[in-house]
């Protein structure tokens, strides 16, 4: 059976039609932008922290206003050591009952989420596959986070780690050992897969190819890279662009990803991208970028919303009821495209 049927008959879910078990809504296409709202995975070197000082979730009626504009899908990230103070324990009761009223707040505005593990493939600094670490325990934790939530309706998709940079080797493994984690309950969702070297979709194609031996039994995933136009693509954009700035420079860095995708008949989507608003020729660059990964179809969740970044440049948060720069070409990609299926195909 083609795997797009199997996806339907199965119920997976917003790939060719959404299911919702509280909403019931449907739609016949996906949404190509939304926003990663971050925060609660905020001042890693205070753990667990304190909820409102070292960390925040969404304030009561913080999805409806973002809803009013148009955005039904959200990376939200997490910290696994809030959720779990110690590896193999159950989930923490504070920082997982704040998890369920962010997530019953989005299903309340008809918001799916991405469940991201903000983790860089660490716990308390050591890498995953390390004796401190031991691949085990995120079996562990993968498995706990999808029997918590996986009947959950705002639940849209589960972001196994983000960014796992420096354990190239230990990736692949590590990366097996979370889907079986999460399909011991959830076998309908969408899994986000990313690279190492920080995901970079410039490049992806060096580092991803041991990717391609995962096996996940739903047959659901979905490749997430990052991308960022500033010199070093750190996403810091510590310098304007210069005179010889490229408007095409998003464009040439995503078409190492969405070439790789095309070449092993891959699924793609762009997890974090982000440019200041102070400089209209990083809006024309991402204008451009956000033309080209529509007409491949592969969806983009922009870095960054979230109440408390205060002047952090590449906020999309409006700031005293006023939107910023980079909302205007977000917001120009809101429902187009007409994709049924996550690209580039």
Same mark, same amino acid.
């Given at each position: 059976?083609?795997?797009? /049927?199997?996806?339907?008959?199965?119920?997976?879910?917003?790939?060719?039609?959404?299911?919702?078990?509280? /909403?019931?809504?449907?739609?016949?296409?996906?949404?190509?932008?939304?926003?990663?709202?971050?925060?609660?995975?905020?001042?890693?070197?205070?753990?667990p922290?304190?909820?409102?000082?070292?960390?925040?979730?969404?304030?009561?009626?913080?999805?409806?206003?973002w809803?009013?504009?148009?955005?039904?899908?959200v990376?939200?990230?997490?910290?696994?050591?809030?959720?779990?103070?110690?590896?193999?324990?159950?989930?923490?009761?504070?920082?997982?009952?704040?998890?369920?009223?962010?997530?019953?707040?989005?299903?309340?505005?008809?918001?799916?989420?991405?469940?991201?593990?903000?983790?860089?493939?660490?716990?308390?600094?050591?890498?995953?596959?390390?004796a401190?670490?031991?691949?085990?325990?995120y079996?562990?934790?993968?498995?706990?986070?999808a029997?918590?939530?996986?009947?959950h309706?705002?639940?849209y998709?589960?972001?196994?780690?983000?960014?796992?940079?420096?354990?190239?080797?230990?990736?692949?493994?590590?990366?097996?050992?979370?889907?079986?984690?999460?399909?011991?309950?959830?076998?309908?969702?969408?899994?986000?897969?990313e690279g190492?070297?920080w995901?970079?979709? /410039?490049?992806?194609?060096?580092?991803?190819?041991?990717?391609?031996?995962?096996?996940?039994?739903?047959?659901?995933?979905?490749?997430?890279?990052?991308?960022?136009?500033d010199?070093? /693509?750190?996403?810091?954009?510590?310098?304007?662009?210069?005179?010889?700035?490229?408007?095409?420079?998003?464009?040439?860095?995503?078409e190492?990803?969405?070439?790789?995708?095309?070449?092993?008949?891959?699924?793609?989507?762009i997890?974090e991208?982000g440019?200041?608003?102070?400089?209209?020729?990083?809006?024309?660059?991402?204008?451009?970028?956000?033309?080209?990964?529509?007409?491949?179809?592969?969806?983009?969740t922009?870095?960054?919303?979230?109440?408390?970044?205060?002047?952090?440049?590449?906020?999309?948060?409006?700031?005293?009821g006023?939107?910023?720069p980079?909302?205007?070409?977000?917001?120009?990609?809101?429902?187009?495209?007409?994709?049924?299926?996550?690209?580039?195909?």
């Open positions: 059976m083609h795997k797009v /049927a199997k996806r339907l008959l199965a119920g997976l879910g917003c790939l060719m039609v959404v299911c919702w078990s509280g /909403a019931q809504a449907q739609e016949s296409s996906i949404e190509l932008v939304g926003l990663n709202v971050a925060g609660a995975e905020f001042t890693g070197n205070q753990l922290g304190k909820h409102g000082t070292h960390y925040f979730f969404p304030p009561k009626g913080y999805f409806a206003e809803r009013k504009k148009g955005i039904t899908m990376r939200f990230p997490l910290k696994w050591e809030r959720l779990q103070a110690s590896l193999n324990a159950e989930l923490d009761p504070v920082y997982s009952g704040l998890v369920d009223k962010m997530l019953d707040q989005a299903a309340e505005n008809d918001i799916r989420i991405i469940l991201d593990v903000h983790n860089y493939a660490r716990y308390r600094g050591k890498v995953i596959g390390t401190e670490t031991p691949i085990s325990a079996h562990d934790l993968m498995s706990r986070i029997e918590r939530w996986h009947k309706p705002a639940l998709a589960y972001d196994i780690m983000n960014e796992p940079y420096g354990a190239d080797d230990k990736w692949p493994p590590t990366a097996q050992a979370g889907i079986d984690g999460i399909r011991k309950h959830d076998m309908q969702r969408p899994l986000l897969i190492t070297s995901s970079s979709a /410039a490049r992806w194609p060096r580092y991803a190819d041991a990717l391609l031996e995962l096996e996940d039994p739903a047959d659901n995933i979905i490749f997430s890279a990052h991308l960022y136009i010199s070093d /693509a750190s996403g810091s954009y510590k310098a304007a662009p210069g005179d010889d700035f490229d408007p095409m420079v998003g464009v040439k860095r995503a190492p990803f969405i070439g790789w995708l095309k070449q092993h008949g891959k699924r793609g989507h997890g991208f440019v200041p608003g102070d400089d209209p020729r990083w809006l024309d660059a991402m204008d451009k970028l956000l033309a080209h990964l529509q007409d491949n179809c592969i969806p983009i922009y870095w960054a919303a979230g109440p408390s970044w205060g002047k952090y440049r590449l906020s999309v948060e409006p700031r005293k006023v939107d910023q980079q909302w205007a070409v977000l917001e120009k990609y809101l429902g187009q495209g007409n994709c049924s299926e996550y690209g580039p195909g």
